[in-house]
């Protein structure tokens, strides 16, 4: 009769120890469940797509039919729900007679950069803006060819930063001064961030 009982409670524990494991296992299933989830609705909710979005933009602050260097005022704006970090800006502008952008690009590759910036932290829905001066002043002749769409002019801001989750992000905007609306559009390529 001892055997039997003894039996009994070792049957006993086993029933128990499998309840637990049981339980073990399913507690698990629900916490992965409910976290994939969550990562889920994280990933889809616009309301908490939670990122720092830099833009760059030039805009022409003198106009090309006034002697002196062609002047842009380039506008650097957290359009992002959370704040940039570490923030690097490299602001470029070429003139020239290119067949393409990319011939453009690729000068503006040789050439250093007329405006680099650095910040620590650029809070979201914050901008700045900075002059960027090309290094000789245009022609006559020059702006008349620029006014035709001859003679091109390039802007490129290459952006670096980071965001509040330690991803690093670098972006490039490229825009031309079009004629046609006398104001820098967007290039057709070369864009990463606008």
Do not use: W
């Not at 704040?83 to 040789?110: C, I, P, Q, W």
């Not at 803006?129 to 020059?142: A, G, H, M, R």
């Amino acid at each position: 009769m001892q055997l039997k009982g003894v039996a009994r409670k070792e049957q006993a524990k086993r029933q128990q120890r499998k309840a637990a494991l049981g339980l073990v296992f399913f507690s698990s299933g629900i916490l992965i469940v409910v976290g994939a989830l969550e990562l889920f609705i994280l990933r889809h909710d616009p309301r908490l797509n939670r990122q720092a979005k830099l833009t760059a933009h030039a805009t022409i602050k003198e106009p090309f039919i006034k002697d002196g260097p062609p002047k842009l005022v380039t506008t650097i704006r957290n359009a992002g729900s959370i704040d940039a970090h570490e923030l690097s800006v490299a602001n470029r502008m070429v003139t020239g007679y290119f067949k393409s952008e990319a011939e453009a690009f690729d000068k503006m590759r040789t050439v250093s950069p007329g405006i680099s910036t650095t910040r620590l932290i650029l809070v979201a829905g914050e901008s700045f803006s900075e002059t960027l001066e090309y290094p000789t002043p245009l022609t006559q002749e020059d702006r008349a060819r620029l006014a035709m769409g001859a003679l091109r002019m390039y802007f490129l801001s290459e952006l670096t930063y980071s965001d509040g989750f330690g991803s690093v992000h670098r972006d490039q905007v490229c825009e031309y001064f079009d004629p046609a609306i006398s104001a820098m559009a967007q290039c057709d390529s070369r864009n990463s961030s606008n």
